[in-house]
């Protein structure tokens, strides 16, 4: 079969690329890093050059495929993040009506089905929407619960204050999910045909938060390493002091608040998976505990 995928050599393309191309298909790699072309043909893909906000550039990458892999590259320097988010869906709808290609595994997050109040997942639903008024293509929303690997951003907190935390409470569940159980999934689907445009929850483990910090601190050698709950403000200065830019530190501190009430998982919790993927906490504490060191 012949995929384009998007995200570059990213933490879920590039696993998914090796992923595909193993399975014996051909793999078109979208970057915007010409740097990228020698490690993609060494992986045994194809590179295409160009911007996910560029629709002509997507339409040809996109034309003759049997299925791509779309997702929302990070972009810091954003002036509205979510809007930003929103408007590559609009490109992304572009190409893939343009294009003819018939399926599409998507890139969403555990609580896309939320109009607002999420931070940079409202973005993330609205290409959901957007990607729903393709006719005649099957769109499968991929939705993982909060990356194991936003918490590498915390190794700083952890060194300069001997604690873990968010603006919310060391009680909070917190779904969980390991860029590789994503790559998994979107393979699998991929290779999959899927009718219509229906929904993936991908999911790797349920802790509190508490329990993150515990294991997490076990594995740098700090098992009391405790998880702070912090207030609205300290947490945004604390995320600009780290060097975000206020914009996404706001996004970031509203999705936060909806991680605290619970509602962020709420549809996650009525349309649970039947089986989690591979990578469990204390599997991702030995990659922590290598970054920490």
Not at 94 to 114: C, M, T
Request: glycine share 10%.
């Amino acid at each position: 079969m012949n995929f384009t995928i998007t995200g570059s050599l990213g933490n879920i393309s590039k696993p998914l690329a090796e992923k595909l191309i193993a399975a014996g298909h051909q793999v078109t790699i979208i970057s915007r890093n010409a740097g990228k072309i020698k490690e993609i043909e060494e992986l045994g893909g194809i590179a295409a050059i160009g911007s996910v906000e560029d629709a002509a550039f997507l339409t040809e990458a996109f034309s003759g495929k049997d299925a791509i892999y779309t997702m929302v590259p990070p972009n810091f320097s954003a002036s509205d993040i979510k809007e930003h988010i929103a408007g590559v869906g609009d490109k992304y709808f572009e190409a893939i009506q343009a294009s003819g290609v018939k399926r599409v595994v998507n890139l969403s997050s555990i609580g896309a089905d939320l109009e607002s109040r999420t931070g940079p997942i409202s973005g993330l639903h609205k290409v959901e929407q957007r990607l729903s008024e393709l006719n005649g293509v099957a769109v499968k929303n991929l939705r993982p619960g909060y990356f194991y690997l936003n918490f590498l951003g915390s190794i700083d907190m952890i060194k300069q204050a001997g604690i873990l935390g968010s603006n919310y409470g060391p009680e909070t569940l917190l779904v969980l999910a390991h860029p590789d159980d994503i790559a998994a999934a979107a393979a699998e689907e991929m290779q999959t045909d899927f009718q219509g445009q229906s929904v993936r929850y991908v999911v790797s483990d349920e802790r509190t938060a508490a329990e993150l910090a515990s294991i997490l601190g076990a594995a740098i050698g700090n098992p009391e390493l405790p998880w702070i709950a912090f207030n609205d403000d300290d947490a945004l200065k604390g995320m600009v002091q780290a060097g975000l830019p206020e914009e996404m530190a706001r996004s970031y501190v509203e999705m936060g608040n909806a991680i605290r009430t619970g509602k962020l998982f709420m549809h996650y919790f009525d349309h649970k998976p039947s089986s989690f993927g591979k990578i469990k906490l204390e599997d991702f504490a030995v990659e922590f505990a290598n970054a920490y060191r």
